[in-house]
């Protein structure tokens, strides 16, 4: 049975970070892409990051690039994404995503597996 379990939302003031977990099992080693996806109420799901386990290529959005880091901890099969000086506009439902492509791309329609989301509030 394939699973992507997200693990780690919450509520922080601006400014602050957070770490996100995304545990894959069931997969196999042929599944390269891994990517992070957020969407905020009545807005369409966007890519944030992605990490190919192939090429260890890691694309970001360009909101969040330089305060984003996405990492992977290969004994676990668990994706990582820290995310620092969190903004408001940054609040959404977090979801992560597996796929085979070769290399990874933070295009939601790139991926067939997605976790359940984790929530992500940045308010004061």
């Known amino acids: 049975q394939v699973q992507l379990v997200e693990s780690g939302g919450g509520l922080v003031q601006p400014g602050g970070s957070l770490r996100l977990s995304c545990a894959r099992s069931?997969?196999?080693?042929?599944?390269?892409?891994i990517g992070w996806f957020r969407q905020a109420p009545g807005k369409e799901r966007e890519g944030v990051a992605c990490i190919s386990t192939r090429n260890g290529s890691t694309p970001y959005a360009e909101s969040v690039k330089g305060r984003f880091t996405i990492s992977r901890d290969n004994a676990k099969d668990t994706v990582y994404l820290q995310m620092n000086s969190l903004k408001p506009e940054d609040t959404g439902v977090y979801y992560c995503?597996?796929?085979?492509?070769?290399?990874?791309?933070?295009?939601?329609?790139?991926?067939?597996?997605w976790g359940q989301g984790t929530q992500v509030t940045v308010s004061s």
């Open positions: 995503a597996t796929d085979t492509h070769f290399y990874c791309s933070i295009w939601p329609a790139n991926y067939d597996y």
């Open positions: 069931g997969f196999g080693l042929n599944y390269y892409s």
